[in-house]
T-cell receptor
Framework: DTAVSQTPKYLVTQMGNDKSIKCEQNLGHDTMYWYKQDSKKFLKIMFSYNNKELIINETVPNRFSPKSPDKAHLNLHINSLELGDSAVYFC?????????????FGPGTRLTVL | GESVGLHLPTLSVQEGDNSIINCAYSNSASDYFIWYKQESGKGPQFIIDIRSNMDKRQGQRVTVLLNKTVKHLSLQIAATQPGDSAVYFCAENSGGSNYKLTFGKGTLLTVNP
């Protein structure tokens, strides 16, 4: 009955590798997001999709490529991982009529790049 | 502990006291504000929200105050409990954006039993 789920919860990998993080929401929301939280707990939006269409791309390096196969899923693929990519990545969703605010967050994926 | 090296603003209170967490937001065009609570190892969790046509909103044990003149938001927690220990974030809808939330720095609240 988890509202927003992410896999994996932990991801440890070497520099230069390519990895993916998956997100699914069962809330019937139209809008999904990826946020990055750095070591100082600062949360910053990366991408937003509404009904599978990209609507926000916050100057994220093009090594990061989100993909939304349907409105319940938003995956994040990262190519050529760098040390600075180490962070906790949160997926979130919201209904379109309240997309400006109220978001449900997933449990996060802690990515460590060695 | 988790707070080492974080350099977050911190607030330490005794159980049963009231807590006030403050936040300055950046965009005078923002018209929707939210407080989130993030416990260790978890994602942010919605606490309470307020629209810019209000200056106060109350929930269960929590109150949010909005001062648009000075772009200031506060979260008051009554009778703070150990379970309230977490990092608290304010967020604004980035100048009225329909989709983008901008988060503040976060405040670490520690409740001592």
């Amino acid at each position: 009955d988890t509202a927003v789920s992410q896999t994996p919860k932990y991801l440890v990998t070497q520099m230069g590798n390519d990895k993916s993080i998956k997100c699914e929401q069962n809330l019937g929301h139209d809008t999904m997001y990826w946020y990055k939280q750095d070591s100082k707990k600062f949360l910053k939006i990366m991408f937003s999709y509404n009904n599978k269409e990209l609507i926000i791309n916050e100057t994220v390096p093009n090594r990061f490529s989100p993909k939304s196969p349907d409105k319940a899923h938003l995956n994040l693929h990262i190519n050529s991982l760098e040390l600075g990519d180490s962070a906790v990545y949160f997926c979130a969703s919201s209904p379109s009529d309240r997309a400006g605010g109220f978001k449900f967050f997933g449990p996060g994926t802690r990515l460590t790049v060695l | 502990g988790e707070s080492v090296g974080l350099h977050l603003p911190t607030l330490s209170v005794q159980e049963g006291d009231n807590s006030i967490i403050n936040c300055a937001y950046s965009n005078s065009a923002s018209d929707y504000f939210i407080w989130y609570k993030q416990e260790s190892g978890k994602g942010p969790q919605f606490i309470i929200d307020i629209r810019s046509n209000m200056d106060k909103r109350q929930g269960q044990r929590v109150t949010v105050l909005l001062n648009k003149t000075v772009k200031h938001l506060s979260l008051q927690i009554a009778a703070t409990q150990p379970g309230d220990s977490a990092v608290y974030f304010c967020a604004e809808n980035s100048g009225g954006s329909n989709y983008k939330l901008t988060f503040g720095k976060g405040t670490l609240l520690t409740v001592n039993p």
